[in-house]
């Protein structure tokens, strides 16, 4: 049933409008959706011939999508539609084969966002940052980030996902504050100081342990000391520092 689908795609984009007419080209092109549809939802009981479904779906609304002859609107939406079937078919069959990690469901989806945010950036420069590359951003760290939080300890290759984390996080904070976005910059040092702070916080609760009691309070006593008879020059700085990310795109 897909494959009739999708012959009378085929038929349609060659015939096209102006040998057919638009009444029966838009008959064609409806017959051919419903035949599509009906085959991928008799597929759908397995994940196997889902995935292959779902994945022969999504190809096809992108072929039909970059036609000549369609509109903007439509082939917007053509494209996302066909990007998300892609992307259900790519998750269905990792599913399928036991995939548990959070890195492979996400990561072709937060590069296809943030190469569609690098493409709007292009074409309209003044777009903020938080619009083109905060949703790919978050797509492609918060997932590692949240499994690295729920792992309880130091077992097996558990220092794979903090590592990899800390060094793409820390990149994209440097990208970002090479280029001026405030995006990169804010999402790759939170991260970075999140994973960090994971990794960190056993080594500090048993350095912690073994200080005697009074040192941590002199210790915050003596920054205290340090910020207060430095308060005005501390203000300026902060004050350097929000100019420069309000600055930022």
């Known amino acids: 049933v897909l494959g009739v689908g999708a012959c009378a795609h085929l038929a349609a984009a060659w015939l096209g409008s102006a040998r057919l007419g638009s009444a029966r080209l838009g008959a064609i092109e409806a017959a051919a959706w419903l035949a599509v549809i009906a085959g991928t939802v008799q597929c759908l009981s397995?994940?196997?011939p889902a995935s292959l479904a779902l994945?022969?779906?999504?190809?096809l609304c992108v072929g039909v999508a970059v036609r000549a002859d369609r509109p903007a609107l439509w082939v917007g939406v053509a494209l996302v539609v066909g990007l998300a079937l892609c992307?259900?078919?790519w998750c269905?069959?990792?599913f399928a084969t036991g995939v548990s990690a959070p890195e492979p469901y996400t990561v072709p989806a937060a590069a296809a966002w943030i190469a569609y945010g690098w493409h709007r950036a292009r074409s309209l420069p003044r777009l903020s940052s938080w619009l083109t590359y905060g949703p790919g951003l978050g797509l492609l760290l918060l997932p590692s980030l949240i499994a690295v939080w729920q792992d309880?300890?130091?077992?097996g290759q558990g220092w794979i996902r903090p590592l990899s984390l800390g060094v793409a996080a820390a990149a994209i904070t440097?990208?970002?504050?090479r280029v001026r976005l405030q995006a990169p910059l804010l999402i790759g040092a939170a991260v970075t100081a999140l994973d960090a702070g994971h990794e960190l916080a056993p080594a500090i609760r048993r350095l912690a342990e073994t200080v005697p009691t009074w040192l941590p309070i002199a210790?915050?006593?003596a920054i205290l000391l340090w910020a207060?008879?430095?308060?005005?020059?501390r203000l300026r700085n902060l004050s350097t520092l929000r100019t420069l990310i309000d600055d930022m795109r």
């Open 55 to 59: 994945a022969f779906s999504g190809l």
């Open 92 to 94: 269905v069959w990792l």
């Open 228 to 233: 207060g008879a430095t308060y005005e020059a």
């Open 219 to 221: 210790v915050a006593g």
């Open 174 to 177: 440097l990208a970002g504050g």
């Open 87 to 89: 992307q259900a078919a």
């Open 152 to 155: 309880q300890g130091w077992h």
């Open 46 to 48: 397995r994940p196997g």
